[in-house]
């Protein structure tokens, strides 16, 4: 009898019902609610140029909105068994990860990283490189600058053209194609930043991975 079973379930990360493994990733109720996108798929998004596929697991509203904010500020970190276990289903049924030679993660601040200890994104990463079997590697780096100070005074259109990410000096040349995840788009500015980056350093292409986003306009991605 596994002691560790009885004393810490699996359970699901929206509902906290128990289930039988992690390798479900929710429980069956919560499988049958308006939560997921219904199709995972690919095809051009406007904000999201560079971008070949995207994959985008989940509707960031109600239930999902509450677990991935207890996931990303509140340290619970058992959550990124059951979103990657979902996040690696949807990929897969789609063949996503077909010719991707490398997963990679959008990289969080070093204050940030600070203030939490740990950056969700590149966790849910390491765990679709296990489960896929295609190999992890930080390939980006997120810039600590004074500007970043003052995009508070900014309109959302200068903030959009605000360069935050740089590529690391020991990745300047990538062979084969990458899957770059994050946990939530909003805008496309950082995935958009990433992704280019990704391919100048010679990447063929970039698909991309988030858990949930609240945009409207996904429809025609995942189709």
């Known amino acids: 009898m596994n002691v560790r079973k009885l004393l810490f379930p699996d359970k ?41 596929n995207l994959y985008c697991l989940l509707h960031y509203e109600g239930l999902v909105k509450d677990s991935l904010i207890r996931y990303k500020f509140q340290g619970e970190n058992w959550l990124a068994n059951p979103f990657a276990a979902l996040l690696h289903q949807y990929i897969a049924k789609d063949n996503g990860y077909h010719f991707c030679a490398w997963i990679t993660s959008v990289p969080v601040s070093s204050s940030r990283f600070k203030v939490r200890g740990y ?57 084969g ?30 698909n991309a991975a988030v858990l949930a986003s609240g945009r409207k306009d996904l429809g025609g991605v995942c189709a």
């Open 177 to 206: 194609g990458v899957l770059l995840v994050d946990d939530i788009l909003t805008t496309g500015s950082t995935l958009n930043e990433c992704s280019e980056l990704l391919l100048n350093a010679g990447a063929s292409f970039v």
């Open 12 to 52: 699901c990360p929206f509902c906290g019902k128990i289930i039988h493994s992690h390798t479900l990733g929710c429980c069956e109720d919560c499988r049958e609610k308006d939560i997921f996108y219904e199709n995972t798929g690919s095809g051009e998004l406007s904000v999201l140029p560079h971008i070949l």
């Open 119 to 175: 950056n969700q994104s590149e966790i849910i990463a390491r765990k679709l490189s296990a489960l896929s079997g295609i190999p992890y590697a930080d390939f980006l780096a997120r810039k600590d600058t004074k500007v970043h100070a003052q995009t508070g005074k900014m309109s959302r259109t200068e903030r959009y053209q605000v360069k935050k990410f740089e590529l690391l000096p020991s990745h300047n040349s990538i062979q």
